[in-house]
T-cell receptor, first 114, second 115 residues
Framework: SQTIHQWPATLVQPVGSPLSLECTVE??????LYWYRQAAGRGLQLLFY??????ISSEVPQNLSASRPQDRQFILSSKKLLLSDSGFYLC?????????????FGPGTRLTVL | AQKVTQAQTEISVVEKEDVTLDCVYE???????LFWYKQPPSGELVFLIR??????QNEISGRYSWNFQKSTSSFNFTITASQVVDSAVYFC????????????FGKGTRLHILP
């Protein structure tokens, strides 16, 4: 069966510090991968998605970046965090590829920038 | 353009009552997919159901049921005999089905089931 992992689970970082959040999927190959942010309220904002290694599409201009160094690994990074980067970050994947297929979510990382 | 509207920001009901969460969507495509997810206090989004635009049959899964009506562009979710464990934020979502297309989420409805 497929599982998705995210770490760390929680993170408190000072403004201006770097960030690296990791997401890995097990039990499948060539998934589509997604990074979402949920800030303050309840809405989910798509940040990045990837259809393959090295292929990243950005949805929202910001000081975040994403990389996919391996098939089942998706990393969210920042060189200098802003207060507005605080939020709940969720990674998701498609079972067969393409959003027609259900996206399954990881447990999330709660980031607080102070 | 795609859009998902969940007009109910927050709902509170007493345990054992039935509750319906509304979802209205907009799309220009004839082929699309609708989803419901549950987000309990732990934060993880839990998949509940996926429906394609060609299947208008209502679905029932235990205490959960979904009413898909293309004529009104709605995909409502009903919980029968609600329980405290149903307390969560519920998201409705829409996808237009291209390979790398995105799922558009509604803003969610926070459901409180009071004991």
């Amino acid at each position: 069966s497929q599982t998705i992992h995210q770490w760390p689970a929680t993170l408190v970082q000072p403004v201006g510090s770097p960030l690296s959040l990791e997401c890995t999927v097990e039990g499948t190959s060539n998934p589509n991968l997604y990074w979402y942010r949920q800030a303050a309220g309840r809405g989910l904002q798509l940040l990045f998605y990837s259809v393959g290694i090295g292929q990243i599409s950005s949805e929202v201009p910001q000081n975040l970046s994403a990389s996919r160094p391996q098939d089942r690994q998706f990393i969210l990074s920042s060189k200098k965090l802003l207060l507005s980067d605080s939020g709940f970050y969720l990674c998701a994947w498609n079972l067969l590829g393409g959003s027609t297929d259900t996206q399954y979510f990881g447990p999330g990382t709660r980031l607080t920038v102070l | 353009a795609q859009k998902v509207t969940q007009a109910q920001t927050e709902i509170s009901v007493v345990e054992k009552e039935d509750v319906t969460l509304d979802c209205v969507y907009e799309t220009r495509d004839t082929t699309y997919y609708l989803f419901w997810y549950k987000q309990p206090p732990s934060g993880e989004l839990v998949f509940l159901i996926r429906r394609n635009s060609f299947d208008e049959q209502n679905e029932i899964s235990g205490r959960y049921s979904w009413n898909f009506q293309k004529s009104t562009s709605s995909f409502n979710f009903t919980i029968t005999a609600s329980q405290v464990v149903d307390s969560a934020v519920y998201f409705c979502a829409l996808s237009e089905g291209n390979r790398d297309d995105k799922i558009i989420f509604g803003k969610g409805t926070r459901l409180h089931i009071l004991p």
